[in-house]
């Protein structure tokens, strides 16, 4: 989440950033249509609206400007609750790693989304046994950085999983992720002992509650795909692949 990578003498891409690379086509769009809905009512209306049957408010053209990029306050606010949650659970979850009881810690939340999301990792972790082994770590994989949220036990068996509070549903390219950080754990990290599955936790900021997926069946998959979009972001970004050292066979 805004990290930057380097590898000795190189600068590395992101997971996040190869994976939108490859899926995230709408963004563009999403300022075209924006666009379009001001232009239509500026030339469609007299800037008004009934408000509950009973009245009208007029909208300023500059209040029609914010509108127009509205989405992109809305974007970022929805960084920020998933930075804020992040960090609740890192810290949450470094208290267990110390032998620590962490039920009366409070984290201080900005938002209530925020509260919302962390709620839902907590009624989730209640019916399992998660003990980590580290916690935001950074891993490297082929010309490529990450950070991946948690590695540790998960009900007794070694797993990478990754924190979400994005909007349902658990998407693919979230499983295409947390595949590429299993592939990066290294066994001499974890004294030789091999990740044994991975998954997607998706917390959601409305509801409070927690969608698990176990993304342990379809690894070798996932991580075929994060393998082609690799392939495909250094064609089409030549100057980044020279940068990370990418060498095509």
């Known amino acids: 989440m805004g990290h930057k990578y380097q590898r000795g003498e190189f600068e590395l891409p992101s997971c996040t ?3 939108d690379d490859c899926t995230n086509m709408s963004f563009g769009l999403k300022k075209w249509a924006a666009a379009e809905v001001v232009r239509w009512i500026k030339e469609n209306t ?6 509950n049957g009973d009245g009208f408010f007029y909208v300023e053209p500059e209040d029609l400007e914010k509108a127009e990029k509205a989405y992109e306050t809305t ?22 790693m110390q032998d620590k009881t962490p039920e009366n810690w409070k984290f201080e939340f900005k938002s209530d989304q925020g509260v919302s999301a962390f709620d839902a990792f907590l009624k ?16 490297y994989g082929d ?18 999983i990754d924190w979400k509070s994005s909007k349902p549903p658990i998407r693919p390219e979230m499983r295409y992720q947390v595949a590429a950080y299993r592939s990066a754990t290294k066994p001499t990290f ?7 599955g991975c998954g997607v936790l998706r917390l ?12 342990s069946k379809t690894y070798e998959k996932d991580l075929s795909v994060f393998n082609a979009m690799l392939h495909l972001y250094m064609l089409r970004h030549p100057r ?7 060498k095509t066979t």
């Open 75 to 96: 974007g970022k606010t929805a960084l920020d609750v998933g930075s804020e949650v992040h960090d609740a659970i890192e810290k949450y979850l470094t208290l267990k």
């Open 17 to 19: 950033t190869i994976i």
């Open 124 to 139: 989730w972790q209640r019916d399992h046994d998660l003990r980590p082994i580290a916690l935001e770590q950074t891993v």
């Open 46 to 51: 007299s800037y008004c609206a009934t408000m």
């Open 204 to 215: 959601d900021k409305t509801t409070g509650l927690p969608e698990w997926k176990d993304t």
């Open 190 to 196: 974890l004294h030789n002992e091999q990740v044994q």
């Open 240 to 246: 980044i692949a020279k940068g990370a050292g990418w």
């Open 143 to 160: 010309c490529w950085g990450g950070t991946l949220d948690f590695l540790g036990y998960f009900d007794d068996k070694l797993y990478v």
